[in-house]
């Protein structure tokens, strides 16, 4: 080596570390948009048959309105947001099986075809790689199914502006009680909170397990939760930890918000409580919860072999 | 400085000693054959050098410790790991999208320029194609990476033969410039021989033989010798008979070659007889290895 490419050398050493940083993040996350693009056919395909069923179904949908009157708010609100929440509500489940999978399979792709040996002969840390991989359901999916959600509203919008005069009902009752810019805005706000923050702890967990097992990562993981639920069943007859798990994993227990008496948390009635969520020891309890098994993550992904 | 320097490097997996207190000194600017038997450590000695496990010992890497700085050693170090690592789902193009967005030291340019010499078109995805095709996708990627350090563990294995000799053409012809080092392993030690500055031999966790091409010219002589003569050859003491086509063929260490030229033509033997012998003395572990 010359001593002019050394100086060129050491000139690049601060270049390299500044990239290490957003660049390399950014490309790892692109990289997991490369790998899985099932994450979002699998949203756009599910939000295209829920549309398909709402076209079959638009008689019992019609009917419904048809036989309301405006004495009830409440019931009204239902019936015609009804094909709204229940498209939001199936994306919401289509998000956390896919979170569920998605984390579950991050770090165990990788290692099952090998690529990991080309991943590693590159300067991305492994801390960025897991992080990466962490804000799949962080991030990523929940901003995926929020848009999924909002294409099927403006779908069903547009086919309602020809559906509904054709069959002789005003336009006015979807203005009048649909607030849609509120419901995304709840939506967006609900998908983040009971979604992804809440159940964080479960998709590191299943981060965490899917670098260390050497097949089958999602029943691994599932093995721990379960052997504990039944100790606990045997030992004191009560089935609180599986409990506790259960609805982080289905994102309920989360103190966002509070409704009255609607079913979904998209009504007009809705009342955010961000306060509370966030002064919610179980959320802090999770997050905690998620540091140590990215850290232990971390830690795999450096020391575990390849299946 | 020396590009790789270890020394008293050890490395056990559960009660299997894999590196036995290994040294190694490869300078820089050198084509460095690892040569040894299946288990012999070559892979867990690259691994170390790597920094892709931890080990007892001192290893330095361009004057780097590999675990504790693994990250920044890799821009100035690049590897193929094996045969066909690739993500087999990536397509072409985004592979070099992430690699030149990931590495600062990789020419895009330079690499669609070795892919141009190629059947691989950039629209496909790798899965799409042949075992050879990856083969050299990796190494027009590797090749456009300007590093200090190559590290090569077994790159050819099971690709047909034109794939082979195309990958030592071009990384010596397109990539190698004296400046830069590259370690390789394989058991196609003949292919190699030729590609090589520098030898060793691994055996056990344990460097057996280690010399420069020259001094391997030099020092290891072969000749053929007809069943009269063999008495006095065999007194000359060399370091390993076999027979091939009813003559008996000698190795020597340090031979002279005036006294061997009386039984026979005197040449230098293969890296993978030297191989056969050395490894055949030392510990008769030879049952492992494809030459």
Same mark, same amino acid.
Request: aromatic share 10%; hydrophobic share 50%; proline share 5%.
């Given at each position: 080596?010359? @001593?002019?490419?050394?100086?060129? #050398?050491?000139?690049?050493?601060?270049?390299?570390?500044?990239?290490?940083?957003?660049?390399?993040?950014?490309?790892?996350?692109?990289?997991?948009?490369?790998?899985?693009?099932?994450?979002?056919?699998?949203?756009?395909?599910?939000?295209?048959?829920?549309?398909?069923?709402?076209?079959?179904?638009?008689?019992?949908?019609?009917? *419904?309105?048809?036989?309301?009157?405006?004495?009830?708010?409440?019931?009204?609100?239902?019936?015609?947001?009804?094909?709204?929440?229940?498209?939001?509500?199936?994306?919401?489940?289509?998000?956390?099986?896919?979170?569920?999978?998605?984390?579950?399979?991050?770090?165990?792709?990788?290692?099952?075809?090998?690529?990991?040996?080309?991943?590693?002969?590159?300067?991305?840390?492994?801390?960025?790689?897991?992080?990466?991989?962490?804000?799949?359901?962080?991030?990523?999916?929940?901003?995926?199914?929020?848009?999924?959600?909002?294409?099927?509203?403006?779908?069903?919008?547009?086919?309602?502006?020809?559906?509904?005069?054709?069959?002789?009902?005003?336009?006015?009752?979807?203005?009048?009680?649909?607030?849609?810019?509120?419901?995304?805005?709840?939506?967006? %706000?609900?998908?983040?909170?009971?979604?992804?923050?809440?159940?964080?702890?479960?998709?590191?967990?299943?981060?965490?397990?899917?670098?260390? @097992?050497?097949?089958?990562?999602?029943?691994?993981?599932?093995?721990?939760?379960?052997?504990?639920?039944?100790?606990?069943?045997?030992?004191?007859?009560?089935?609180?930890?599986?409990?506790?798990?259960?609805?982080?994993?289905?994102?309920?227990? #989360?103190?966002?918000?509070?409704?009255?008496?609607?079913?979904?948390?998209?009504?007009?009635?809705?009342?955010?409580?961000?306060?509370?969520?966030? #002064?919610?020891?179980?959320?802090?309890?999770?997050?905690?919860?998620?540091?140590?098994?990215?850290?232990?993550?971390?830690?795999?992904?450096?020391?575990?072999?390849?299946? | 400085?020396?590009?790789?320097?270890?020394?008293?490097?050890?490395?056990?997996?559960?009660?299997?000693?894999?590196?036995?207190?290994?040294?190694?000194?490869?300078?820089?600017?050198?084509?460095?054959?690892?040569?040894?038997?299946?288990?012999?450590?070559?892979?867990?000695?690259?691994?170390?050098?790597?920094?892709?496990?931890? %080990?007892?010992?001192?290893?330095?890497?361009?004057?780097?410790?590999?675990?504790?700085?693994?990250?920044?050693?890799?821009?100035?170090?690049?590897?193929?790991?094996?045969? #066909?690592?690739?993500?087999?789902?990536?397509?072409?193009?985004?592979?070099?999208? %992430?690699?030149?967005?990931?590495?600062?030291?990789?020419?895009?340019?330079?690499?669609?320029?070795?892919?141009?010499?190629?059947?691989?078109?950039?629209?496909? *995805?790798?899965?799409?194609?042949?075992?050879?095709?990856?083969?050299?996708?990796?190494?027009?990627?590797?090749?456009?990476?300007?590093?200090?350090?190559?590290?090569?563990?077994?790159?050819?294995?099971?690709?047909?033969?034109?794939?082979?000799?195309?990958?030592?053409?071009?990384?010596?012809?397109?990539?190698?410039?004296?400046?830069?080092?590259?370690?390789?392993?394989?058991?196609?030690?003949?292919?190699?021989?030729?590609?090589?500055?520098?030898?060793?031999?691994?055996?056990?966790?344990?460097?057996?033989?280690?010399?420069?091409?020259?001094?391997?010219?030099?020092?290891?002589?072969?000749?053929?010798?007809?069943?009269?003569?063999?008495? @006095?050859?065999?007194?000359?003491?060399?370091?390993?008979?076999?027979?091939?086509?009813?003559?008996?063929?000698?190795?020597?260490?340090?031979?002279?070659?005036?006294?061997?030229?009386?039984?026979?033509?005197?040449?230098?033997?293969?890296?993978?007889?030297?191989?056969?012998?050395?490894?055949?003395?030392?510990?008769? @572990?030879?049952?492992?290895?494809?030459?």
């Amino acid at each position: 080596m010359t @001593a002019g490419s050394q100086v060129t #050398a050491d000139v690049q050493e601060s270049a390299p570390a500044a990239m290490s940083g957003m660049g390399a993040f950014y490309w790892s996350v692109r990289r997991e948009l490369w790998e899985n693009r099932w994450i979002y056919i699998g949203q756009l395909g599910v939000g295209g048959v829920f549309l398909l069923g709402f076209v079959f179904n638009l008689s019992r949908w019609l009917t *419904k309105l048809h036989g309301l009157s405006e004495n009830d708010p409440a019931k009204y609100w239902n019936a015609v947001a009804e094909p709204f929440n229940i498209g939001a509500g199936l994306m919401m489940g289509t998000l956390i099986l896919m979170s569920l999978f998605y984390s579950a399979d991050a770090l165990y792709g990788e290692r099952r075809d090998r690529s990991i040996f080309f991943w590693k002969s590159l300067p991305v840390s492994d801390w960025t790689t897991v992080l990466a991989k962490a804000s799949i359901p962080l991030v990523v999916l929940p901003l995926l199914a929020f848009a999924v959600t909002v294409a099927i509203h403006v779908v069903l919008l547009l086919l309602s502006c020809v559906v509904l005069p054709a069959n002789g009902i005003s336009l006015s009752i979807l203005w009048k009680q649909l607030s849609i810019f509120q419901m995304w805005g709840l939506i967006l %706000y609900h998908l983040f909170t009971a979604h992804a923050l809440w159940p964080f702890p479960v998709f590191c967990w299943l981060l965490l397990v899917s670098g260390w @097992a050497r097949r089958a990562p999602l029943l691994w993981a599932a093995l721990p939760p379960a052997v504990i639920g039944a100790l606990e069943k045997l030992i004191f007859g009560t089935n609180r930890f599986v409990t506790v798990v259960g609805t982080r994993v289905v994102g309920g227990g #989360a103190p966002t918000d509070m409704t009255s008496g609607e079913m979904f948390p998209t009504g007009p009635m809705t009342h955010l409580t961000p306060l509370r969520y966030l #002064a919610a020891p179980g959320l802090w309890i999770g997050l905690a919860i998620a540091a140590v098994c990215l850290v232990a993550a971390v830690r795999m992904r450096r020391y575990r072999d390849p299946v | 400085m020396a590009c790789i320097e270890a020394r008293g490097l050890r490395k056990q997996f559960g009660s299997t000693v894999a590196l036995d207190g290994l040294d190694l000194r490869v300078e820089e600017g050198r084509i460095l054959g690892l040569i040894g038997p299946n288990g012999a450590g070559k892979t867990t000695a690259l691994n170390a050098i790597l920094g892709l496990i931890p %080990y007892q010992g001192e290893l330095r890497v361009l004057g780097r410790d590999p675990w504790k700085e693994r990250e920044r050693l890799m821009v100035d170090v690049s590897y193929i790991a094996d045969v #066909a690592v690739l993500p087999r789902w990536i397509r072409v193009s985004d592979l070099l999208d %992430y690699v030149a967005g990931v590495h600062p030291r990789f020419d895009r340019v330079k690499a669609e320029g070795f892919l141009e010499k190629t059947s691989i078109q950039t629209g496909s *995805k790798v899965r799409e194609l042949s075992k050879g095709m990856v083969a050299q996708l990796h190494l027009a990627i590797v090749m456009a990476i300007d590093a200090r350090l190559l590290v090569l563990d077994e790159p050819t294995l099971g690709l047909d033969i034109l794939y082979r000799k195309q990958f030592y053409d071009s990384l010596l012809n397109d990539y190698f410039d004296r400046s830069r080092t590259i370690v390789v392993t394989t058991h196609q030690v003949e292919e190699v021989q030729n590609v090589l500055t520098d030898l060793m031999f691994i055996d056990r966790g344990r460097i057996v033989l280690s010399c420069s091409m020259e001094e391997f010219e030099v020092r290891y002589l072969e000749v053929m010798v007809r069943p009269e003569q063999l008495a @006095a050859a065999r007194a000359l003491k060399p370091m390993y008979e076999r027979q091939a086509i009813g003559r008996s063929v000698l190795l020597f260490d340090h031979g002279d070659r005036q006294k061997l030229a009386a039984f026979g033509d005197v040449r230098t033997p293969s890296i993978a007889d030297l191989f056969v012998a050395v490894l055949g003395n030392h510990s008769g @572990a030879i049952k492992g290895v494809a030459v």
